[in-house]
């Protein structure tokens, strides 16, 4: 099955600066990438997702880019700010089906 | 457009016991996971559903877990007996065509 490595565990930034978190899959067949935010006793929220058609994804503050070669893809966001402090979580699809999450990056953005 | 919603939002059993969650998609969806988020870790699906047909149960701990989306809509997912290592939060997501998820607000199992 597909294995999701994701990196790093944890990460403290400063306000104003930028995070990069990033994920590795191992299964060539996976095709939707999806990140999740989650805030302590909350549910996973969509931010971002990417589709193996494209190389790189931006909404506003937060992009998305994907290396279909090296099976690897990350979040990237800009501008910190103390409300993005929360656990962030990648997954990988394939059509939508068989949903594997990474282990979690617990990002904190201090004042 | 109304959420995902679960029930119960929390529960407390004995190992042993039998207990069952109960969820409702977003209306149109014809997609729904089940999810076990353990503390500290990403959600591991458990199920997913297309309309009433299984598409995946490969890691349902089918001697114990147990769901069923009869009519297409709700779902309900059940364990017997519980074990402690059960205790978790589960989730339920929806997804339409487009395959993004939309979690529900979870269940938190306490086995003791």
């Known amino acids: 099955g597909e294995n999701v490595e994701q990196h790093p565990s944890t990460l403290s930034v400063q306000e104003g600066d930028s995070a990069v978190i990033k994920c590795t899959y191992s299964?060539?067949?996976?095709?939707?990438f999806p990140w999740y935010k989650q805030e302590l006793g909350k549910r996973p929220q969509l931010i971002i997702d990417i589709r193996s058609n494209v190389g790189e994804k931006k909404d506003q503050r937060i992009a998305v880019t994907l290396n279909k070669t090296a099976k690897h893809f990350s979040l990237h966001i800009t501008e910190t700010q103390p409300e993005d402090s929360a656990v962030y979580f990648c997954?990988?699809?394939?059509?939508?089906?068989?949903?594997?999450f990474g282990t979690g990056t617990s990002l904190t953005v201090i004042p | 457009e109304a959420g995902v919603a679960q029930s119960p939002r929390y529960k407390i059993i004995e190992k042993r016991q039998s207990v069952a969650f109960w969820c409702n998609p977003i209306s149109g969806h014809a997609t729904l996971y089940w999810y076990q988020q353990i503390l500290g870790q990403g959600p591991k699906l458990l199920i997913q559903?297309?309309?009433?047909?299984?598409?995946?149960d490969s890691q349902l701990p089918k001697d114990r877990f147990s769901a069923e989306r009869l009519k297409g809509v709700d779902s309900t997912l059940k364990i017997q007996p519980a074990k402690l290592e059960d205790s978790a939060v589960y989730l339920c997501a929806s997804a339409g065509l487009a395959y993004e998820q939309y979690f529900g607000p979870g269940t938190r199992l306490t086995v003791t």
């Open positions: 997954a990988a699809s394939n059509n939508g089906n068989q949903f594997y």
């Open positions: 299964d060539s067949a996976s095709n939707y």
């Open positions: 559903f297309q309309n009433n047909g299984v598409v995946d």
